[in-house]
């Protein structure tokens, strides 16, 4: 992993946080294969993103944060909450939350506006997206999509985000569509929005 850029190792270091509530500095060197420096300064980043709390020797989620994740009986999502890009509902299950470099999060309501969302934006720092089979949130960067099936989540076409390649391309023997990586889904987006 020691190719990771920084916003990618951000983004693995939340998806951690959120199934093993904390982790120590030493753990995310081990994993990460970089020093302690460059997994301070990922922490710095999340810290003043409000994302996670630096702890003695290693970090946990701010308490806003698990509750965005679903980790608290509090739901982040509410009625009010609405699409940066077109304006519709952000549901739970298909959002998509992006954060810039300044600490802002914009949500969208699915994948497919939060990859237009992010091609609008010059300063993105890292996205998250719910995983559509298990609801935790995974780094789009790494995710998998099924474009253009026939599920409907909300915008068309239909992009559905899911965890590995392996679940995607089941969804997709059962629902159709195309398994694509964020690149092959951001290029089919732009394609499809400039015709």
């Known amino acids: 992993m020691t190719d990771m850029i920084p916003s990618e190792r951000q983004a693995q270091i939340l998806d951690w946080l959120q199934v093993e509530n ?57 009625s009010q909450s609405v699409c940066k890009l077109c304006g519709g509902t952000v549901n739970e299950r298909t959002q998509f939350m992006v954060m810039r470099q300044n600490g802002e999060k914009q949500l969208a309501c699915c994948p497919h506006c939060g990859i237009l969302l992010m091609k609008q934006l010059d300063d993105v720092s890292s996205a998250l997206t719910s995983d559509f089979l298990h609801g935790r949130r995974i780094n789009v960067f790494q995710a998998y999509f099924v474009m253009g099936s026939e599920v409907r989540t909300c915008c ?40």
Do not use: W, Y
């Open 22 to 78: 904390r982790l120590a500095i030493k753990q995310l060197v081990a994993r990460f294969g970089v020093s302690g420096m460059t997994i301070h300064r990922d922490l710095d980043k999340l810290a003043a993103e409000g994302l996670v709390e630096k702890v003695h020797g290693g970090a946990v989620l701010c308490v806003s944060e698990r509750q965005e994740m679903g980790q608290t009986a509090v739901s982040p999502l509410s």
């Open 156 to 195: 068309l076409p239909s992009t559905i985000c899911f965890a590995n390649q392996v679940e995607a391309e089941k969804f997709q023997r059962g629902f159709g569509g195309e398994v694509l990586d964020f690149t092959g889904a951001e290029a089919l987006l732009r394609h499809s929005h400039q015709a």
